[in-house]
């Protein structure tokens, strides 16, 4: 049994320590853990993977939401049979992100309605599950949002 006096102190360091998800899932974690008899470092562990994951979670979503992107698609959702000419696994490699620690580029060229925006997007969105900033724009944007300079 817990101590309720213990329980409202704890509840209240989590709320000072800006730990919102500890503090939703407290009583339930640790009911499992008292009727699995787990171990103190279990019970623990368990708590704080859940509010890293809850944390990472607003991260990405947050970054997402500043980044521009005008949809959200994954790779597993690109159809490679409406394109059959298209290198899959040319495509699906840049998906390890080697470029970018290589500080490459990556250009999808190609006539309207054959899925680039879909590609930079789904790239986009696994580089910021990858803790990368990430900024959408496009080519015509850019160009138009460049600054003229005079010599």
Not at 3 to 13: A, F, M, N
Not at 73 to 84: R, V, Y
Not at 99 to 105: A, M, S, T
Not at 139 to 147: A, Q, T, V, Y
């Amino acid at each position: 049994m817990s101590d309720p006096l213990v329980l409202d102190r704890i509840q209240t360091s989590l709320t000072r320590l800006r730990l919102p998800r500890m503090g939703e899932i407290l009583e339930s974690v640790m009911q499992v853990a008292q009727e699995k008899q787990k171990s103190y470092l279990s019970f623990l562990d368990e708590l704080l993977e859940e509010e890293i994951a809850c944390r990472e979670q607003r991260r990405v979503e947050t970054s997402v939401k500043i980044s521009g992107l005008p949809f959200i698609k994954s790779i597993d959702e690109f159809d490679f049979s409406f394109q059959p000419k298209l290198d899959r696994q040319r495509v699906t490699s840049l998906f390890d992100l080697t470029f970018i620690r290589q500080k490459g580029n990556v250009i999808f060229l190609g006539p309207p309605g054959v899925g680039k925006t879909h590609l930079a997007v789904a790239l986009a969105l696994k580089a910021c599950q990858a803790g990368m900033s990430i900024y959408f724009t496009t080519m015509e944007d850019l160009i138009g949002n460049r600054k003229e300079v005079r010599y």
